[in-house]
């Protein structure tokens, strides 16, 4: 079944800098969605872009997607001690049960 | 308030034990699921209802059995708990054919 694979699984950096994680997939999706989860919690439901989008902003959060490679990258500028959780992609197939699929996330730690 | 709630929020068991997890949503969506998380951060989908039946069934051992009595609440009962049922059980709700969803705070079960 469709999977996508985040990168990198860790991730360490200074308040401030700007956070960037990956997201490959294997086969045609109707879109794919980012989601966070704070440790010893459920997830949070982030962006969602589709399939015939390319970019999309909210807040801090800027999502690129690039479907001749099968690829998503969610970038966190000025990042907070805040935002350390960890970061899920999810696709689903085109054509498929519209249930997303998760990768096993980047794990981001946000130093004060 | 909560959206999606879950009880009990831990769970300690002898194997084989039989245990059960309950799962409401006030957000009227007509979908539910059962997730697994395991120690390496893997979310795999186990069931998906809609409007109380079931849509999806992945791989999953037939010592789980979910439970819908209603729209607003998936249970899962697990039946003969073994060593490598120990998880984070997720429940989460969307409205059909829409991707975004919403999780409760999860169920970390420990089978000793």
């Known amino acids: 079944s469709q999977q996508g694979e985040e990168d990198p699984q860790a991730l360490s950096i200074q308040e401030g800098e700007n956070a960037t994680m990956n997201c490959s997939y294997k086969?045609?999706?109707?879109?794919l969605q980012w989601y966070r989860q704070n440790s010893g919690r459920g997830l949070v439901h982030l962006i969602l872009?589709?399939?015939?989008?390319r970019e999309k902003h909210s807040g801090r959060l800027r999502v690129t997607l690039d479907t001749s490679k099968k690829s998503s990258s969610l970038l966190i500028t000025a990042s907070r001690a805040a935002d350390t959780a960890s970061y899920f992609c999810?696709?689903?197939?085109?054509?498929?049960?519209?249930?997303?699929?998760f990768g096993r996330g980047t794990s981001l730690i946000v130093h004060p | 308030d909560t959206a999606v709630s879950q009880t009990p929020k831990y769970l300690v068991t002898q194997m084989g034990n039989d245990k059960s997890i309950k799962c409401e949503q006030n957000?009227?969506?007509?979908?539910m699921y059962w997730y697994k998380q395991d120690s390496k951060k893997f979310l795999k989908i186990m069931f998906s209802?809609?409007?109380?039946?079931?849509?999806i069934n992945e791989t999953v051992p037939n010592r789980f059995s979910p439970k819908s009595p209603d729209k607003a609440h998936l249970n899962l009962h697990i039946n003969s708990l073994e060593l490598g049922d120990s998880a984070v059980y997720f429940c989460?709700?969307?409205?059909?054919?829409?991707?975004?969803?919403?999780f409760g705070p999860g169920t970390r079960l420990t089978v000793l």
């Open positions: 989460a709700s969307s409205q059909f054919r829409n991707n975004e969803q919403f």
């Open positions: 086969t045609s999706i109707n879109n």
């Open positions: 872009i589709r399939s015939n989008e």
């Open positions: 999810a696709t689903d197939a085109s054509g498929g049960s519209y249930i997303p699929t």
């Open positions: 957000l009227g969506h007509d979908t």
């Open positions: 209802y809609n409007n109380k039946e079931l849509i």
